[in-house]
């Protein structure tokens, strides 16, 4: 028998609503393995454990009263501290905003909390969202369960590791440019970053907004499509929200590929790229070959750019949206503001930022400002036509194209971070789905000396349904998702 | 050898105008660290763009307008509640003249 902490979302509720167990005692199941494990792995930047038992509590209440529960029902959730929580510190990993205790909350937060979701936390990540490692956060790394000397991925770095752990049952990450899969590949959960516009942004902390997308990790593919299906729909406070109709993704969860065409360009296993990442990925795309779906290497040429293309668009408007850090409405405020405005802000932002906030700041004000605009802000923005277009040649040939999620496996903490473009070159394979757009997800597919491998699987705009099928269809037949750390 | 793109003085030009302030180290490291990546940057100049249209983002929604109808605000006692500094219903500024 599974222990609470391990089952996975839908058990849990399947659980609570026969009245088999107690929404609290499945809550507080997690919070044991919360305190029993967080010093070695520092998931979290702020707990809520007595709201989330008080919610909990409710819930038994509602359901001993026989009154309709949703569909999360007492389900223990995990947040990025990107993402504003009403009345709960909302750091982003970051001094600057280290006190900040958002007025109101992200439209899916008042989604989970209308489904009976519980909100047990919100989780550390890379500051302001920048990095792949985790380690840029002003609160400290996350450390990767799989070997506690490595980086758990980034930048929802604490939202992966703590559904690794059971530390939480399920998460939400925040993905500009991998930030979801990233993590999920590292420490060897499901994580889909979704159509850009299918989920709303408002209420999450702008980092690049045309690029960036809220989306669910989770111990397997069917609680992360449980969860797509309560977070997904049109909000009409979000300008970029996609006017889709609401869909139970976890219908669209059938064991089969058959006839499925799978492209696998080759632009995915570039230079950098490990041979067990290459052979343990190109495994898993065989295994789909015998499952019924024909496989076809193909090339996208213009995948070759997209990295640099992708970095010159993110700071650029990294560098403008983070200018409403000045230090007066909310943030980082010196402690003596002597000299003119201008001077104080500077020193306000020098304090309050890290040095890769700063960086991608100061670069994108570059690449934005008088004479430069063209040879760089510009020049992205038609190359990332460029890698649209091509995509969308492919996808007339191909149902999903595939390739690793990360180039190499988990790196150790501090080996990459005095080096920031070593660092940016961890993001070469997942950049290109925002580019596009695309929803894309990351399924474990094995381990090299004990570190997990993951997958990417990525379909055009809006089909959803296509990822998560490959997705569900590979893990049924594999047992990846059976293997747990040996951290305890 | 690689390209200079970029010389301290520079730098410390954009940095001014992002209203960051570096000390004297990391106006060098920054330098250092911002002619490499631009150098890496340098890889689309050679990309074809003649003719193509931009991408600001995905999707292809323009003017997104909802009805003008009055909805709850914050109070100000809310809205002032994360200013670091503030006096009665203000938040207060450093000398703007």
Redesign the interface.
């Known amino acids: 028998m599974p222990e609470l902490h391990e089952l996975t979302a839908r058990e849990t509720i399947r659980k609570i609503r026969g009245n088999e167990v107690a929404a609290q005692e499945c809550v507080e199941a997690v919070f044991e393995r919360i305190h029993k494990l967080e010093n070695k792995i520092n998931a979290y930047v702020t707990l809520t454990e007595e709201q989330a038992l008080k919610k909990a509590k409710e819930i038994d209440t509602k359901i001993s009263k026989g009154k309709q529960v949703g569909k999360l029902t007492g389900i223990s959730i995990a947040i990025k501290d990107a993402i504003c929580t009403k009345g709960i510190t909302t750091t982003c990993s970051s001094r600057m905003l280290q006190n900040f205790v958002p007025p109101y909350d992200a439209e899916v937060i008042e989604r989970i909390k209308q489904e009976d979701g519980i909100i047990i936390g919100k989780t550390n990540m890379d500051e302001f969202a920048m990095g792949s490692s985790t380690e840029t956060s002003y609160f400290g790394p996350t450390r990767n369960p799989w070997d506690t000397s490595r980086v758990p991925g980034g930048s929802s770095g604490g939202s992966a590791a703590c559904i690794t752990t059971d530390e939480a049952t399920l998460s939400l990450g925040t993905d500009t440019g991998g930030s979801i899969r990233c993590p999920a590949s590292y420490c060897s959960v499901v994580g889909l970053k979704p159509t850009y516009g299918l989920v709303s942004r408002y209420g999450l902390i702008a980092y690049a907004n045309s690029l960036e997308q809220i989306g669910p990790m989770a111990k397997d593919v069917t609680d992360c499509a449980l969860f797509l299906s309560v977070i997904a729909g049109h909000d009409s406070k979000d300008g970029t929200s996609v006017d889709a109709a609401p869909k139970d993704y976890t219908e669209y969860l059938k064991d089969s590929v058959e006839g499925f065409r799978v492209g696998v360009p080759r632009e995915f296993f570039g230079e950098g790229t490990s041979e067990d990442v290459e052979k343990q990925v190109w495994n898993g795309i065989h295994r789909l070959e015998e499952l019924g779906a024909t496989i076809e290497e193909t090339s996208l040429p213009t995948l070759e750019h997209s990295l640099a293309t992708y970095y010159i668009i993110a700071m650029s408007e990294a560098s403008s949206n983070l200018a409403r850090y000045d230090g007066l409405r909310y943030g980082y405020r010196v402690d003596k503001d002597e000299g003119d405005w201008a001077t104080v802000y500077s020193q306000d932002r020098r304090a309050g930022f890290g040095a890769e906030v700063r960086r991608r700041i100061i670069l994108g004000t570059y690449a934005l400002s008088a004479g430069y605009y063209n040879k760089y802000y510009m020049k992205a923005l038609k190359v990332r036509t460029l890698i649209r277009n091509n995509f969308e040649q492919a996808y007339k040939k191909f149902d999903v194209l595939i390739g690793p999620t990360m180039p190499f496996p988990p790196f150790k903490i501090g080996e990459k971070i005095e080096d920031p473009l070593a660092l940016y070159m961890s993001d070469v394979d997942t950049v290109s789905a925002n580019l596009a757009g695309l929803p894309a997800i990351s399924v474990p597919c094995g381990f090299t000396d004990g570190l997990p491998i993951g997958m990417q699987i990525l379909a055009p705009p809006l089909r959803e349904d296509l990822v998560l099928q490959t997705a569900y269809t590979f893990e049924q037949n594999t047992g990846y998702r059976n293997r747990k750390p040996a951290v305890n | 050898m690689k390209t200079q793109h970029?010389s301290k003085k520079e730098?410390e030009h954009?940095?001014?105008?992002?209203?960051?302030?570096?000390s004297d180290q990391?106006k060098a490291l920054?330098t250092e660290?911002?002619n490499?990546?631009?150098d890496?940057?340098k890889?689309?100049?050679m990309?074809d763009?003649e003719g193509?249209?931009?991408?600001?983002?995905?999707?292809d929604?323009t003017n997104?307008h909802?009805k003008d109808e009055t909805k709850p605000s914050?109070s100000t006692e809310?809205?002032l509640?994360?200013?670091?500094?503030k006096e009665k219903k203000f938040?207060k500024?450093?000398?703007?003249v």
Do not use: C, G
């Not at chain 2, 001014?16 to 570096?22: K, V």
């Not at chain 2, 509640?81 to 500094?85: I, L, M, S, T």
């Open positions: 970029l730098v954009v940095a001014w105008l992002a209203h960051i302030e570096l990391e920054f660290q911002f490499e990546i631009l890496y940057f890889k689309i100049d990309v763009t193509v249209e931009p991408t600001y983002h995905v999707l929604l997104v909802r914050l809310e809205a509640k994360n200013a670091p500094r938040i500024a450093p000398r703007i």
